[in-house]
């Protein structure tokens, strides 16, 4: 069923596409920062970061670049009111589980930090979890053509 109930957008659909492009440009200024860093700034980073940082696998950045870049296109097109940013958000989504999954079975960040390296992907994960799920909830009431 591919029903839609054309509901008005209130205010908070535009907040929430603007707060969405800017967190992920964040995570696209980030994804740079990590791609372009220098062996000086490797070597300010804590040992155990540096190890982690050493192990990770090309891959993985790739998979970085494709969950931040999804998340960007997600809420552009939200904010286009484009129906492509459900796909969008749900690609960034699966990008962010694989680079998760990746880091943990691709380097040492589970045996150097322990659990303190699962908050931030937990915050990763949700956060475009929710994206997703707000962009299908979006689509369900007509916001998106």
Request: hydrophobic share 60%; net charge positive.
């Amino acid at each position: 069923m591919n029903a839609t109930l054309d509901l008005p957008r209130g205010k908070g659909f535009w907040v929430l596409g603007i707060l969405a492009l800017l967190w992920n440009l964040i995570g696209v200024a980030m994804f740079f920062l990590q791609l372009n860093m220098s062996p000086e700034q490797v070597a300010l980073m804590p040992e155990a970061d540096q190890t982690i940082y050493n192990a990770l696998p090309q891959w993985l950045y790739v998979v970085f670049g494709i969950a931040v870049f999804g998340g960007v296109l997600g809420a552009i097109g939200l904010l286009m009111q484009k129906r492509w940013a459900v796909t969008m958000f749900f690609v960034s989504l699966l990008a962010i589980l694989a680079q998760t999954v990746g880091m943990f079975t691709s380097t040492p960040a589970w045996d150097l930090k322990g659990i303190s390296t699962l908050f931030m992907p937990v915050i990763l994960i949700l956060i475009a979890l929710y994206l997703w799920w707000y962009s299908q909830k979006a689509a369900v009431r007509g916001w998106l053509n």
